[in-house]
């Protein structure tokens, strides 16, 4: 157990619906990642949230955006959902903005289904 | 051009035998950090083992071990005494300072198989 907990675990939903993933990073990480996983392109990073504010931003799309609340848990709303958006979206937590030596930890994960 | 290389993208094994999964990175940076991580088929993603840049051991976790050869920009995991529990994909990561440190550069995997 990373410590670092997603929910939900499955979602199935249509293709033009709204989703949100919750995370809720290990106790006393303050940084807090999103990563997509998908067959065709691998394990994608997203977006990268430090202590409530955004710190890096990869491949996220505009219909997707996170936040991180003061008490640091993060969400991840997908909206306007395509077939193509159907993937694992991964939570993902570290100590400290960015260390080369910090490991980042990763949750189980939520599978995404867009139908 | 791809920061992390994992050229196998299977490799089989037999339980209690040594397996070497490949990996090759690429930075123009003098510090970074280089990860395994296991992803079962459940699809969680576990982290293994570390290397810095500047550590001049080659790490060690139990039956994990990372041969780290700095010249030849290698990274690989050496797992020994393969267990069944074993068989998941590996992936091989990295952070440098060109991500920031923001975050982990993954390769694209190795599926490892192991048999009785």
New interface residues.
């Given amino acids: 157990d ?1 410590g670092v907990t997603q929910t939900p675990k499955h979602l199935i939903t249509a293709t033009g619906q709204r989703v949100t993933l919750r995370c809720s990073p290990r106790s006393g990480d303050l940084s807090v ?1 999103w990563y997509q996983q998908s067959l065709d392109q ?2 994608q ?1 997203l977006i ?1 949230y430090y202590n409530g504010e955004e ?2 931003k ?1 491949n996220i799309l505009e219909r997707f955006s996170a936040q991180q609340f003061p008490d640091l848990h993060s969400e991840l709303n997908l909206s306007s959902l395509e077939l193509g958006d159907s993937a ?1 979206y ?1 939570c ?1 937590s570290s100590p400290a ?13 939520s ?1 995404l289904t867009v139908v | 051009a791809q920061k992390i290389t994992q050229t196998q993208p299977g490799m089989f094994v037999q339980e209690k035998e040594a397996v070497t999964l490949d990996c090759t990175y690429d930075t123009s940076d003098q ?3 280089l ?1 395994w ?1 296991k992803q079962p088929s ?6 293994l083992i ?1 290397q ?2 500047y550590d001049e051991q080659n790490a060690t976790e139990g039956r994990y071990s990372l041969n780290f050869q700095k010249a030849r920009k290698s990274a690989n995991l050496v797992i020994s005494a393969s267990q069944l529990g074993d068989s998941a994909m590996y ?1 091989c990561a990295m ?3 060109n ?8 390769g ?2 190795t599926m490892l198989l192991v048999s009785p």
């Fill in positions: 990373s990642y691998g394990l990073f990268q710190r890096a990869g694992l991964f993902a903005q960015g260390a080369v030596g910090n490991t980042i930890y990763f949750g189980e994960g599978w | 510090s970074y950090g990860f991580y459940s699809g969680e993603m576990i982290f570390y810095g840049s992936f952070r440098d300072w991500s920031g440190y923001s975050t982990l550069t993954f694209k995997g």
